[in-house]
């Protein structure tokens, strides 16, 4: 009876010392992450000719209408509206809408993210639209620089 009670101890003292020790280790991964969450990522440097010019005053709709024209040359009729600059800071941001078949589409994005300054969508979906063509809603964006 004596060692079955001792036994019961040494069992209940492990399973607090374990909680314990998991407790510790969960408040440490906690201090980890809120860390890393406020840590800054950082800076890009960006080449030459790869940014949108920062004293261009409006980036977004400067961004807006190089995606425009680089839809229209790839004879794509597209909306584009720019995005208020603290949707993406440091970049410039477009949300895009267009109407096409399939290879249509693939020119286009080949169109806007094939040249510079750098166009990248960083979201995006395709649809069947009602009239048997496809429907492109994504969100372009792009970094600004200083030029250098």
Known sequence: MTRLLFGTI???MMVVLAGWSLAARDAALREH???EAGARP???RLSRGTA???GSGDAAALLAA???DRGSAAGIRLSVRPLAATV???FAAV???ARGRETALRQLARAIEGDRPVVRF???SIRPGTDGLLRLEARAVAPIGDGR
């Open 33 to 35: 992450a809120l860390a």
């Open 95 to 97: 949300d895009v809408e």
């Open 10 to 12: 040494a069992v209940a």
């Open 88 to 90: 993406a800071p440091g």
């Open 122 to 124: 960083v979201r995006w």
């Open 52 to 54: 949108l010019p920062a």
């Open 66 to 68: 190089l995606v425009a």
């Open 42 to 44: 950082a800076a890009v």
